[in-house]
Each structure stands twice: as structure tokens, then as C-alpha cells.
């Protein structure tokens, strides 16, 4: 009985608190890795990543630069994570220091080769196909026909 009103209580209380940038920032960051690890870094989760990492980068809030660390890990710029990680990063914290670590030996080998790269969205595929096409088969095509008859038959020479 004490508990269930205990319990009342707190989600009650819980309820009234407003969500401050504090709360969101972690909870989006969450979402969208949960998104990414059930798409299996499907072209939507990642497109949606790299938006949130924009919008972190331009964020000078300590907890939105910590989140960026976590953004930058999960799409692979290691470098930029341990960078950032290096300015921001707690050294005096043991769990920090075995981050920085990892993260160094990451990015001294790797760099960033191997981030995610942004997928092209719908509208950079219709810039491309707007183009013309000029490839090497509508060259030989144009040379051949503008070619006089009797130099294409070797024999007729």
C-alpha cells in the first residue's frame, strides 16, 4: 500500500515537470539510435542522424556536445568524437579516460574512412537525372555517322 502511493506520487510530480532542453536532448539521441540499430542503418534513421548531429553541432550546451560525442561514435567519425571528447572530456573520470582511449586508438587507425556517409535524398536524384547525358557511345555514334562511307570499310581505301 505505502509503495503504490508512493509510486502515485512520484509519477504525479513527474507529470507536472516541464521537459527542459536538459531532457530532450538524451531522449531524442535514444529515439534515434533505437530507430538506427531496428533499421539496421536504414537510409531514413541515418538521414535523421545526421540532422540531429547539425543540430547539436550548432549547440553550445555541455550536454548537447557530450550527445554529439555519442552521434559522432555511432556514425563512425571517430575522430571527430575523440577531438571533441578531448575538449569536453572529464579526465579526472576513470570511465571517460578508457573512452578517450579506445576512441584515440580509433581514430589514429581509422580517422574517419569508415563513417556513414549521408544518403542522397530524392531531390539530388532528380538534379542528377536532369542532366545530359553525354557518355562515350553517343560520341562514337556522332563520329561514325559524320565519317565519309568509304573511310569506315577499310577494303574501299
Known amino acids: 500500500m505505502f ?8 509519477s504525479k510530480s513527474g507529470d507536472k515537470r516541464e521537459e527542459n532542453s536538459y531532457d530532450r536532448v538524451p531522449k531524442k539521441y535514444i529515439e534515434l539510435k533505437n530507430k538506427f540499430s531496428v533499421s539496421g542503418g536504414g537510409p531514413d534513421s541515418v538521414h535523421a542522424l545526421y540532422d540531429f548531429k547539425e ?21 563512425n567519425f571517430k575522430k571527430d568524437a575523440y577531438d571533441l571528447l ?13 573512452r578517450l582511449g579506445v576512441l584515440k586508438e580509433y581514430a589514429k587507425n581509422r580517422g574517419n574512412s569508415f563513417a556513414i556517409p549521408k544518403p542522397k535524398t530524392a531531390d539530388s ?33
Not at 509503495?3 to 512520484?10: A, E, G, Q
Not at 553550445?60 to 559522432?72: G, H, I, M, N, T
Not at 578531448?86 to 578508457?98: A, C, D
Request: proline fraction near 4%.
Open 3 to 10: 509503495t503504490v502511493l508512493l509510486y502515485t506520487f512520484f
Open 55 to 75: 543540430e547539436l553541432e550548432r549547440n553550445e550546451d555541455r550536454q548537447a556536445k557530450e550527445v554529439l560525442v555519442d552521434v559522432y561514435d555511432l556514425l
Open 86 to 98: 578531448l575538449q569536453i572530456g572529464n579526465h579526472s573520470e576513470r570511465k571517460m579516460l578508457k
Open 125 to 157: 536524384g532528380m538534379k542528377r537525372k536532369n542532366r545530359p547525358n553525354w557518355g562515350y557511345r553517343s560520341f562514337v555514334t556522332t563520329q561514325t555517322l559524320c565519317q565519309p562511307v568509304h573511310s569506315m570499310n577499310p577494303r574501299r581505301a
